[in-house]
């Protein structure tokens, strides 16, 4: 199954860097999200695309900016992040405002803030 | 706000028997849908079931079966003829009809034992 694609799969950067997540969708979605997944923790939501405009983006540090340039595309800027920022970042896309808004998931991508 | 609770944070279970993962949920909103979804090791969030609030027949897909019970706001997920390959986290979630947010449980690592 290759709906949902997320590069990279894994990346690791010092706190001084910047760097991009990148994810695509090819199921004719028309929203996509960001999730955060850390140890221990349940998936938090980070930010929410729908119709190509962020409906949601919950108190997330400013150091994470989105981009969603259409429909099919959506981004993750990375910049300054922390230690605790390490996790895993997870993308997902539905069609809203149909019968089923089931979410469908990428692979993720592993970042390991040093 | 929804809640979801998975009160099983681990399971072993033999192959080929059948296996049950508990989620309850709290909600007042009489419009919402439930959703199952499988995380191997490899990161991805795979999606296996859904239930809406308002389907009168327990949501089946192969060999995954939902067990809907709407006044006691359980939706538990049942797994048949147990495989190795089974063995993964797995999430209960939530969302409301309309919104795009979806509230995650802790997960319930399953592990099936040869």
């Known amino acids: 199954e290759t709906g949902v694609t997320q590069t990279p799969r894994h990346l690791v950067m010092g706190m001084t860097n910047k760097k991009s997540l990148k994810c695509e969708q090819h199921?004719?979605?028309?929203?996509m999200y960001w999730y955060k997944q850390s140890a221990k923790k349940p998936l938090e939501l980070m930010f929410v695309y729908s119709l190509e405009e962020r409906v949601e983006n919950n108190s997330v540090p400013s150091r994470f900016s989105p981009e969603c340039p259409n429909s099919s595309h959506l981004f993750l800027h990375l910049h300054t992040l922390q230690p605790e920022d390490s996790a895993l970042y997870l993308c997902a896309s539905s069609q809203v405002r149909s019968s089923s808004e089931t979410q469908y998931f990428g692979p993720g991508t592993r970042l390991l803030v040093l | 706000a929804q809640k979801i609770t998975q009160t099983q944070p681990g399971m072993f279970v033999q192959e080929k028997e059948a296996v049950t993962l508990d989620c309850t949920y709290d909600?007042?909103?009489?419009?919402?849908?439930l959703f199952w979804y499988k995380q191997p090791s490899s990161g991805e969030m795979i999606f296996l079931i859904y239930q809406g609030s308002y389907d009168q027949q327990n949501a089946t897909e192969g060999r995954y079966s939902l067990n809907f019970q709407k006044a006691r706001k359980s939706a538990n997920l049942v797994i048949s003829a147990s495989q190795l390959g089974d063995s993964a986290m797995y999430f209960c979630?939530?969302?409301?009809?309309?919104?795009?947010?979806?509230?995650f449980g802790t997960g319930t690592r399953l592990t099936i034992i040869p």
């Open positions: 909600t007042s909103d009489p419009s919402y849908g």
């Open positions: 199921l004719g979605h028309n929203a």
């Open positions: 979630a939530m969302s409301y009809f309309g919104n795009e947010k979806l509230t």
